[in-house]
């Protein structure tokens, strides 16, 4: 069964950082394009980060040169470290392969 989880979420105050990870189950992520999306109260769903299967990584402006997209592959993982978070990070953030979707993990900023 094919299935992505996500984990690493959790309350923090502004400036500070989180990484969360995206652990694949059933097939190997490095043969496919991992996408970070994000939820936030009242937001629209929104793809963040992207690393393709040659590692190029794109991110949404509003988190360029704060978040870092990465794969480690022995974990089958895809990684998003988050450094100088804001209260607008606030969201469930889900990774996506294809069309199949992580369950989320939260993240909250708060002073």
């Known amino acids: 069964q094919v299935q992505l989880v996500e984990s690493g979420g959790g309350l923090v105050t502004p400036g500070e950082s989180l990484r969360l990870s995206c652990v694949g189950h059933?097939?190997?992520?490095?043969?496919?394009?991992v996408d970070w999306y994000r939820q936030g109260p009242t937001k629209e769903r929104e793809c963040i980060a992207t690393?393709?299967?040659?590692?190029?990584?794109n991110y949404t402006d509003s988190v360029k040169g704060r978040f870092t997209i990465f794969r480690v592959n022995h974990h089958n993982a895809v990684y998003l470290e988050m450094n100088s978070l804001k209260p607008e990070d606030t969201a469930t953030y889900y990774c996506?392969?294809?069309?199949?979707w992580g369950q989320g993990t939260q993240v909250t900023v708060s002073s």
């Open positions: 690393i393709d299967t040659r590692n190029i990584a």
């Open positions: 996506v392969v294809l069309n199949v």
């Open positions: 059933g097939f190997n992520l490095r043969n496919f394009p």
